[in-house]
């Protein structure tokens, strides 16, 4: 899916209604997709409540409301109009709707032991300036349900009302979605940093046949860019074609981190994995290692034998380290093999000052990659620290967070769609650089293997969570891992 402004949008959904596509059928095209990926989320039927202003962002809502009906869904709506000041075709929507849905005239009530969606159809690209008194005591309404009832989730349709969908500024009151159901392309200011709070999850619904210009250098990560690197192996397949990497993680305290990033490097298809460990936590280590795993005790670091090994992965719990290691890992480095550097391995190169060569993928938050550019405080955007970061290290990228950015020198800025704030806890970040090196191992560039990680990581979170087997607030780094299998099979079969 592409990214784009407004203007552009509104000039391709103009050129598709002109060349004999009726408004009303992209209306219903638009929101068929919207409900079927409200579905994907939440699995099981509830209340959904539409918030509709008198633009067919609204219409979008009621279209989506019928739709929830038919799969069992309890429906309503609310909106601050009368009929008459609606745009016609959500007037014609809610006519389709038999019965008519609940129109409430008080702020709803969550229904005991049932899921609650708020789905914000109040205004979409539309929008005009400031939000008018009615509609900003909705988006106020909205945000004060959602905010005191943990069952509730807020739904938006294509932008998050009160959210500027070209410069991401939001206004007072703006609506805070947990989803975003981009139709068609995703407005730029989505993808602004001071956008990401309201706009949530980002879901993108294809319009067929629409073709709209797009912002250039910004990329999204869908699974429709991903399902061709997760396609069958050839049946003669076997385990020395799929890599062999070696690990270096983990030192007393913690273990746990070497353990996470080889799962994931195996569960992502390396076909060997090996980890390095001092000989001081060989013992503690090896006895709780998956047995697939391979442990070898060093002295140094300087004891691996590089050349048996397809690609590293550096980092993950190794803490501060001698001069010994630290030359070991520069050598590593400079040998050209393609290595993931995570965690204390960024750390060293931040202390080092050392330039991150093309055949490494970096894997830093934002503390660490503000260690390792001093001038990272002069930016206040991320998309200007990947920059600053490209023209330092010629390594490619990720820049973790709510947003995830993936980049390289001479590609375009990828951001990650998926993810949930329930990943904002310990190990994931060694579960992401695992995943990244199993593909890395088995022959994929850096940058695929990048955006097939993050992308993975995010929705075998997301689905930890609309499984019912892990909620924002008890989801681990082994839950995300124990879903990756799910996320791999959605991805491949083009979910949302
Ligand atoms: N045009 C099309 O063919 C399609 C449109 N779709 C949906 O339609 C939306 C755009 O629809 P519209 O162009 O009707 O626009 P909106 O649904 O955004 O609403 C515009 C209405 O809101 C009012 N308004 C504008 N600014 C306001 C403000 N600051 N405070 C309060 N009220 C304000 C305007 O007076 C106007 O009546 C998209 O975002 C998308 O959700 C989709 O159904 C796909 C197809």
Redo the contacts with the bound molecule.
């Keep these: 899916m592409k990214v784009c402004s407004t203007e552009n949008m509104q000039i391709a959904?103009r050129e598709l209604?002109v060349s004999g596509t009726p408004?009303r059928t992209?209306?219903k095209l638009?929101s068929s997709g919207i409900a079927e990926s409200l579905m994907q989320f939440f699995p099981d039927p509830g209340l959904c409540v539409a918030y509709v202003?008198?633009?067919?962002?609204?219409?979008?809502a009621l279209t989506v409301l019928n739709i929830l009906k038919q799969h069992g869904w309890e429906i309503g709506f609310r909106t601050a109009y009368p009929r008459n000041e609606w745009?016609e075709l959500s007037v014609r929507q809610l006519a389709e709707i038999s019965p008519p849905p609940q129109e409430y005239q008080a702020p709803p009530l969550p229904r005991t032991g049932k899921p609650m969606i708020l789905l914000d159809g109040l205004?979409?690209?539309?929008?005009?300036?400031?939000?008018?008194r009615e509609?900003s005591a909705l988006c106020a309404e909205m945000n004060y349900i959602r905010n005191r009832c943990g069952a509730i989730r807020t739904v938006a349709?294509?932008?998050p009302t009160g959210v500027d969908p070209d410069t991401g500024m939001p206004q007072q009151n703006a609506v805070e979605a947990d989803f975003t159901m981009c139709?068609?392309a995703v407005k730029q200011g989505l993808l602004d940093d001071d956008a990401t709070l309201f706009a949530g999850r980002l879901v993108c619904i294809d319009?067929p046949g629409l073709h709209v210009q797009a912002l250039p250098a910004t990329e999204l990560i869908t699974s429709s860019r991903l399902t061709k690197f997760l396609s069958a192996r050839p049946y003669t397949d076997y385990k020395n074609k799929r890599g062999h990497i070696g690990v270096i993680a983990g030192s007393e305290g913690m273990l746990g981190a070497a353990r996470l990033c080889c799962e994931a490097a195996l569960r992502a298809g390396a076909g060997l994995v090996t980890l390095h460990v001092h000989k001081n936590v060989y013992p503690l280590i090896a006895p709780s290692m998956p047995p697939e795993i391979m442990v070898r005790p060093v002295d140094s670091y300087a004891d691996i034998s590089i050349r048996t090994f397809s690609a590293f992965l550096i980092g993950p719990g190794i803490g501060s380290v001698s001069e010994e290691d630290a030359e070991a890992i520069r050598l590593i480095l400079e040998t050209g093999t393609p290595t993931v550097l995570d965690a204390d391995g960024l750390n060293l190169a931040a202390a080092m000052q050392w330039n991150l060569g093309e055949h490494v993928l970096a894997t830093p938050h934002h503390g660490e990659i503000r260690r390792l550019l001093p001038d990272a405080d002069n930016y206040a955007i991320r998309a200007d620290i990947a920059d600053c970061f490209l023209a330092e290290h010629e390594a490619a990228l990720v820049y973790k967070g709510a947003r995830t950015i993936v980049t390289q020198r001479g590609k375009p800025l990828f951001y990650n769609i998926t993810g949930d704030p329930g990943m904002a806890t310990a190990g994931q970040g060694d579960v992401l650089a695992g995943i990244c090196g199993g593909f890395i191992s088995q022959g994929e560039s850096l940058l695929v293997s990048a955006v097939l990680g993050v992308y993975l990581c995010g929705r075998a979170s997301e689905m930890a969570i609309s499984a019912g087997e892990a909620t924002q607030q008890t989801l681990t780094a082994g839950d995300t891992l124990r879903h990756l299998p799910s996320a791999i099979l959605s991805t491949a079969r083009l979910c949302y």
């Design positions: 959904e209604i408004a992209l209306m638009a202003g008198k633009g067919n962002n609204g219409g979008d745009s205004l979409g690209i539309g929008a005009k300036g400031m939000l008018r509609i349709i294509d932008i139709i068609g319009l």
